[in-house]
């Protein structure tokens, strides 16, 4: 059974009309997989889950985020963490995605699908660039209603679109491209109207970042929207999603220096992710979202303790 799971969420399975806490329903000998979540909450939930199931070894941590391996393995060590590898330890990152097929097929010879998709995942691109296909195929997964944020289809469906079609992989690459094209265009609009340039303090020490909205683009709004050598100025990218009425945003934190760890800049925040590409999610007192780009600094210190 599959759970989604995001940031500071609870660990609940939905059983009818009612959500059960996930320690409640596993059994002994049951198997669980903690895979591409990060989470980082609440030791005594994997101890306990542990102790029903009998054993630490059919609790297994499946991840490339070096913020969840490293609180894994100071909290909870006795799980199985053989599935697991830091992204920034690895010459070719792979997803977690990869990870998986590599775990139960015990072998690397990926589908295409999962390739392209597994590259997307890392932020794994060449002297700081897409290839032709990766960010296209994305792209085109989503003009077919296979975002996974937005699912219109079976997983059924879309396992077979994905992986057992090879030649559906080059009319996915072709419908992105077409998509692309427009969000390239849109990309230069944005930055000139919406995005700010700010000294953002995280954890004591101050980055020169450019910040732009994240409801309307992607991590590619400051590649397309800004010329190269302008780029090369700031320290640090965040793209932030607010949500005024709930008086908090998400963040991504993308970095820009061989030196910045965006991984790490997200963890004082409740984050991570990894070393180019992180999230987060902060709060603020009542700001108007005109104002919002004007107090990260003020805002992001709060969660320097």
């Not at 320690?23 to 000998?29: A, G, I, L, P």
């Not at 090879?166 to 609009?189: C, F, M, Q, R, Y």
Request: hydrophobic residues 35%; proline residues 3%.
């Amino acid at each position: 059974k599959f759970i989604p799971y995001n940031y500071g969420n609870e660990l609940t399975v939905k059983i009818g009309e009612e959500f059960i806490d996930l320690v409640d329903v596993v059994k002994k000998d049951d198997w669980v997989f903690f895979v591409d979540c990060s989470y980082t909450k609440d030791v005594d939930t994997i101890k306990k889950m542990i102790e029903k199931i009998g054993t630490p070894e059919q609790v297994v941590l499946i991840d490339h985020h070096e913020t969840s391996i490293e609180w894994f393995s100071k909290n909870c060590s006795e799980i199985n963490m053989k599935g697991s590898q830091s992204s920034s330890q690895m010459e070719d990152p792979i997803s977690a995605a990869a990870m998986c097929w590599k775990f139960f097929n015990e072998n690397e010879n990926y589908p295409k699908a999962l390739e392209l998709i597994s590259k997307y995942d890392t932020w794994n691109r060449n002297d700081g660039k897409w290839d032709e296909a990766t960010l296209p195929y994305q792209y085109g997964l989503r003009s077919y209603g296979y975002d996974l944020k937005n699912i219109k289809h079976s997983f059924h469906e879309i396992y077979t679109a994905i992986f057992a079609d090879e030649k559906h992989v080059a009319e996915i690459i072709s419908k992105g491209n077409i998509l692309l094209d427009k969000i390239k265009a849109d990309a230069k609009l944005l930055i000139r109207s919406y995005s700010k340039d700010a000294n953002v303090t995280i954890d004591g020490k101050t980055y020169f970042a450019k910040i732009g909205p994240g409801h309307l683009q992607n991590s590619t709004l400051f590649e397309y929207g800004l010329p190269k050598e302008c780029q090369d100025k700031y320290d640090i990218f965040i793209l932030e999603r607010a949500d005024i009425m709930r008086g908090n945003a998400h963040i991504s934190i993308i970095s820009n220096k061989e030196d910045i760890n965006a991984a790490k800049l997200a963890e004082p925040l409740g984050g991570g992710g990894h070393f180019a590409i992180s999230a987060a999610s902060v709060t603020y007192n009542d700001v108007m979202y005109d104002e919002v780009n004007n107090v990260w600094s003020a805002t992001l210190k709060k969660y320097e303790e």
